[in-house]
């Protein structure tokens, strides 16, 4: 080399991301069953979506004439298009953060990061091939809703750039939330922590600041439209499917670029928190606490010398479990691992919150009683999120640790672990049902909403939420891995109330009854939320509407609402009854029995 200058010994195999760890993780990936299950449920409800489509544009295409049935193939083209945009892009963005929420937390839990970290492999090919192996899932899924585009293209009214942007959308949506739950994993060893706060930060940079820029800042108007394509996936998608002209590449390229940089960003970060790991396990910082000397070096904290003629001090008494351990340890578990990260994430809560509060009382719409039926939405999405969440990790984290099988061993009842899991759900809960009851009792004090408003608010929100609590808790005792036990509970949700709507859509176009659809409306809160809320319920003559176009007095509407409710809640004790039941039949255990002490025995 000239003037002596010796450059590294860079290798592709050190740098390429498809390592040992990518070819290790996709053989395993390969080989379970929940891959072909989400293959199965994804192209299901896809094709569910193209014959929602199908069946409102299907009776203009036997036209009179050839010019009438071209426009309606073509018609039919772009109702096609517009489903598969907005249905690709959230699912990848959905299925992003739970693919990689146990990418590094599972090796942490099984206890082979240590041992990985001493291998020649990198901090690099580590992250890389972790990423790249789950991602390879979702990029099937989009290969195999591939024949959907080429059918679009086949009845016209789509443009071939519309369709290359929005392959290119997705790809980098999900690399991007992936990178999200990536760089979490490498954090936090619990899998609901790491998916909740990777939704939790994807509704701060997809809803939040479109939220504050629109009316914070007036960014509104189509001369701003730009700042949203570029920042929501959402709404690019929705540009690329618009029917009138031809987006360019103009149009989605900027949105994938910050995507592909936004994921640049995340995995870089994740590799050097691996690497600074990496150096702690070496160094043995781990395993014993150091200090500074004087010259500046780190040196082991001695052990303090006991002091014999120190006052004995008195023990702490212990605390005893009682007869229910597992409700004495579930309700003492916090929703967040550390104290610093409660404290943390109760104050960007409230803050959040309060910046709401002071862009929509800037555009004087705080005292509306449609804004709070919107915060009503957003709190039942979130408790939806948490209670999902929560249920389907509550047994399955479980399994992937070592507490299960001593566990198992114990003579425990399945009643008592089932309901256990239960309430410590619900004592998580308390500090977000405690900011939803005082958001809307703040706003009742000060007559924004009624009484009857507030009412139907929280028990809607937590009444019919008990659904999932049970349905994760079925899901994680049949299922040994996190990621298929949320997938599946959060799929539930959307097939209940998204996919059932498009089957009675369909069915109704078949049978002649247009209006079948709204039966989805009895048992959907939203619906409830809304007319609770937007309700003038100072006047005694006020008219309320349910499902079906039904105009009903307010005690007759507060009467199905409670009564909906208190279906959801027999619905959710039916299902967990049924799984403390065959706890043991699919444990595969003996069915344990609790016995009592009689006085003659005692």
């Known amino acids: 080399m000239p003037l002596g200058i010796r450059l590294p010994d860079v290798r592709l195999p050190d740098v390429s991301p498809f390592g040992p760890i990518f070819g290790k993780e996709l053989r395993a990936t390969a080989r379970r069953k929940r891959s072909y299950a989400l293959r199965v449920m994804y192209l299901a409800a896809l094709l569910l979506g193209l014959l929602v489509a199908y069946t409102g544009t299907s009776n203009r295409v036997y036209a009179t004439s050839v010019a009438a049935q071209a426009q309606a193939q073509a018609q039919m083209g772009q109702m096609f298009f517009a489903f598969f945009c907005v249905f690709s892009a959230t699912a990848m963005a959905v299925l992003g953060p739970v693919l990689t929420s146990t990418a590094i937390s599972a090796e942490r839990l099984g206890k082979t990061l240590h041992v990985l970290l001493m291998t020649p492999v990198t901090a690099w090919q580590i992250i890389s091939g972790k990423l790249f192996s789950r991602l390879l899932v979702a990029l099937t899924l989009i290969g195999l809703s591939l024949p959907a585009l080429a059918l679009v293209r086949l009845l016209g009214g789509v443009e071939l750039g519309q369709m290359v942007g929005i392959v290119c959308l997705c790809v980098a949506t999900v690399l991007a939330t992936a990178s999200i739950g990536l760089l979490l994993s490498t954090f936090m060893n619990r899998a609901y922590a790491v998916i909740l706060l990777s939704y939790g930060a994807m509704l701060l940079l997809y809803v939040?600041?479109?939220?504050?820029?629109?009316?914070?800042?007036?960014?509104?108007?189509?001369?701003?439209?730009?700042?949203?394509?570029?920042?929501?996936?959402?709404?690019?998608?929705?540009?690329?499917?618009?029917?009138?002209?031809?987006?360019?590449?103009?149009?989605?390229?900027?949105?994938?670029?910050?995507?592909?940089?936004?994921?640049?960003?995340?995995?870089?970060?994740?590799?050097?928190?691996?690497?600074?790991?990496?150096?702690?396990?070496?160094?043995?910082?781990?395993?014993?606490?150091?200090?500074?000397?004087?010259?500046?070096?780190?040196?082991?904290?001695?052990?303090?010398?006991?002091?014999?003629?120190?006052?004995?001090?008195?023990?702490?008494?212990?605390?005893?479990?009682?007869?229910?351990?597992?409700?004495?340890?579930?309700?003492?578990?916090?929703?967040?691992?550390?104290?610093?990260?409660?404290?943390?994430?109760?104050?960007?809560?409230?803050?959040?919150?309060?910046?709401?509060?002071?862009?929509?009382?800037?555009?004087?719409?705080?005292?509306?009683?449609?804004?709070?039926?919107?915060?009503?939405?957003?709190?039942?999405?979130?408790?939806?999120?948490?209670?999902?969440?929560?249920?389907?990790?509550?047994?399955?984290?479980e399994k992937e640790s070592d507490t299960w099988t001593l566990l198992l061993t114990t003579p425990l009842t399945g009643a008592q672990v089932v309901w256990g899991k239960v309430l410590g759900i619900y004592k998580r809960l308390l500090w977000p049902a405690a900011l939803i009851v005082t958001h809307f009792l703040a706003f009742t004090v000060f007559g924004v909403i009624s009484w009857q408003a507030l009412v139907v608010a929280v028990w809607v929100i937590f009444s019919f939420n008990s659904i999932w609590v049970a349905t994760g808790l079925f899901l994680s005792l049949r299922h040994r891995k996190v990621t298929f036990a949320v997938i599946v509970n959060l799929l539930l949700a959307v097939g209940i109330y998204l996919v059932a709507f498009f089957v009675l859509v369909i069915a109704g176009e078949f049978v002649g009854v247009h209006d079948l659809q709204e039966t989805v409306a009895w048992y959907l809160p939203y619906?409830?939320?809304?007319?609770?809320?937007?309700?003038?319920?100072?006047?005694?003559?006020?008219?309320?509407?349910?499902?079906?176009?039904?105009?009903?007095?307010?005690?007759?509407?507060?009467?199905?609402?409670?009564?909906?409710?208190?279906?959801?809640?027999?619905?959710?004790?039916?299902?967990?009854?049924?799984?403390?039941?065959?706890?043991?039949?699919?444990?595969?255990?003996?069915?344990?029995?609790?016995?009592?002490?009689?006085?003659?025995?005692?």
């Open 527 to 602: 619906f409830y939320l809304a007319d609770g809320i937007t309700a003038n319920w100072s006047s005694r003559q006020e008219m309320v509407y349910l499902p079906g176009n039904l105009r009903v007095a307010g005690e007759t509407f507060l009467t199905v609402v409670f009564a909906v409710g208190a279906v959801h809640l027999g619905v959710a004790y039916a299902i967990l009854r049924a799984t403390a039941g065959r706890f043991d039949r699919v444990v595969g255990r003996a069915p344990q029995r609790t016995e009592r002490a009689t006085p003659a025995a005692a």
């Open 208 to 397: 939040f600041v479109p939220f504050v820029l629109y009316f914070g800042f007036d960014f509104g108007g189509g001369q701003y439209n730009w700042v949203y394509d570029w920042i929501n996936w959402m709404t690019c998608a929705v540009t690329l499917a618009e029917p009138r002209g031809s987006p360019g590449v103009g149009d989605w390229l900027p949105c994938v670029l910050i995507h592909l940089g936004l994921s640049a960003v995340l995995v870089t970060a994740s590799a050097v928190v691996l690497r600074r790991t990496s150096r702690r396990a070496g160094d043995g910082r781990l395993a014993r606490p150091v200090q500074a000397t004087a010259d500046g070096q780190d040196a082991p904290v001695a052990p303090p010398p006991a002091q014999a003629s120190a006052p004995a001090q008195p023990a702490t008494p212990a605390r005893e479990v009682g007869d229910l351990p597992v409700l004495w340890r579930e309700t003492r578990r916090p929703l967040m691992a550390k104290p610093w990260q409660a404290v943390v994430g109760a104050a960007a809560t409230v803050v959040l919150l309060l910046v709401t509060y002071f862009v929509l009382w800037g555009d004087h719409l705080l005292n509306e009683e449609m804004s709070q039926a919107g915060y009503a939405w957003i709190f039942n999405v979130i408790i939806w999120l948490l209670t999902a969440v929560l249920a389907a990790t509550a047994i399955a984290q």
